[in-house]
Every structure is written in C-alpha cells, then in structure tokens.
Nanobody
Framework: QLQASGGGLVQAGGSLRLSCAAS????????MGWFRQAPGKEREFVAA????????NYADSLKGRFTISRGNAKSTMYLQMNSLKPEDTATYYC????????????????WGQGTLVTVSS
C-alpha cells in the first residue's frame, strides 16, 4: 500500500515536498509517478520516474518548477514543488507499477490515498 504525504496549505510562490512510500514493502523495483486531481477536473499526469531513478518525465506545463526523485534506497519517491501557483491546488496521488522502464507508460497498478495541496493567492 502506498502512502503519500507532505501536502498542506502554502502561499503562492512557496514550496512543498511530497513523499510517497510503501507500507510494509519496498518500491525498489517499481516505476512510479505522480498525478493530481483538482476539484471538478480529471486526474492529470504530473511526473514519472523509472525504477532505477535515472529517467524522469514531466507534464510540459510543470517543467522547471517540479522535480521528481527517489531516495537513495529507492524506497521513497519525492515531488519537490517550487514556485507554486493557485492552479496547482489539487489532491496529489502517487502510483506504482512493476518496472518496465518506459516513461511514456501512464498506467499504474497501485495507488496511494492522495495528499491535498492548497495554494493560496
């Protein structure tokens, strides 16, 4: 089971770092990604990272502000979000799938419960 954390209330221009970890297991062999869903909108892709951490991919609109990474033991995934905007307000979800190393694959089999990020103007 994945657990996302780190959300909260932040002012526009601020930063947050989200974390995603597996309870009772390891994420070492899993490709992972972040998605977000704003109220009344569909879930959208944010960023992806392959299992060994050397390949990443981002939604075009978020490049340069968001950074996805994995911890040294590859058991935790992070999303560093800088220069936050009110339109970044959403519930952020982490997903995982057994590794295939394909950054273009947006299908994940395991999901966390989501962590709410609210950016005030």
């Amino acid at each position: 089971q994945l657990q996302a954390s780190g959300g909260g209330l932040v002012q526009a221009g601020g930063s947050l770092r989200l974390s995603c970890a597996a309870s009772g297991g390891t994420l070492r062999n899993y490709d992972m990604g972040w998605f977000r869903q704003a109220p009344g909108k569909e879930r959208e892709f944010v960023a992806a990272i392959i299992w060994h951490g050397s390949g990443t991919n981002y939604a075009d609109s978020l490049k340069g502000r968001f950074t996805i990474s994995r911890g040294n033991a590859k058991s935790t995934m992070y999303l560093q979000m800088n220069s936050l905007k009110p339109e970044d307000t959403a519930t952020y979800y982490c997903g995982a799938r057994w590794r295939d190393g394909y950054l273009g694959n947006r299908v994940y089999n395991y999901w966390g419960q989501g962590t709410l990020v609210t950016v005030s103007s």
